[in-house]
């Protein structure tokens, strides 16, 4: 009686293990919210380069900082900016893979810093909007930037 009750109970324990058993263990090379957080380094349209940072802050992702030129010619020459703007509490959250960062604290419809990554490809993509002397003398440039390990 004893030997039938304890096989029992063995088998019993043995039936409970069976779906973690039969379970495999997977592995995947992609990190949960893929690696965002860098330097991301690139070159505009002009040819000039770019430089953006993201930072992880607290529960999500963050432009804080941003570095870069632009230049538009006019017929008295040729007007250049050279833009560089850094914050620790972040400018702008990065939401479904999309950030839109203003310029000098204005709205992102007026002067601004755009951009989309693809987790796939692991690159950045987007415009940049400045305002030179008037509405009518803006330049949105385009940029392509992956990121530097």
């Known amino acids: 009686m004893k030997t039938s009750s304890f096989l029992k109970v063995v088998l019993f324990g043995f039936i409970l293990t069976l779906p973690f058993l039969s379970c495999q263990h997977k592995t995947t090379t992609a990190v949960p919210g893929y690696p965002l957080a860098g330097k991301w380094t690139g070159t ?4 000039q380069p770019i ?4 930072d992880h802050i607290d529960t999500g992702f963050f432009i804080t900082s941003y570095d870069f030129s632009i230049s538009k010619v006019f017929q008295t020459g040729t007007d250049s900016l050279h833009l560089v703007r850094s914050s620790t ?20 419809d007026y002067e601004h810093v755009r951009g ?14 400045v305002i030179f002397r008037a509405e009518s003398d803006s330049v949105t440039e385009t940029y392509t930037a992956t990121k530097k390990e």
């Open 116 to 129: 989309t990554f693809d987790a796939v490809k692991m690159t950045l993509t987007g415009d940049i909007r």
């Open 44 to 47: 505009t349209a002009q040819n």
């Open 51 to 54: 430089t953006i940072t993201v």
């Open 89 to 108: 509490n972040g400018m702008a959250a990065v939401i479904k893979d999309t950030f839109s960062v203003p310029i000098a604290n204005v709205s992102a």
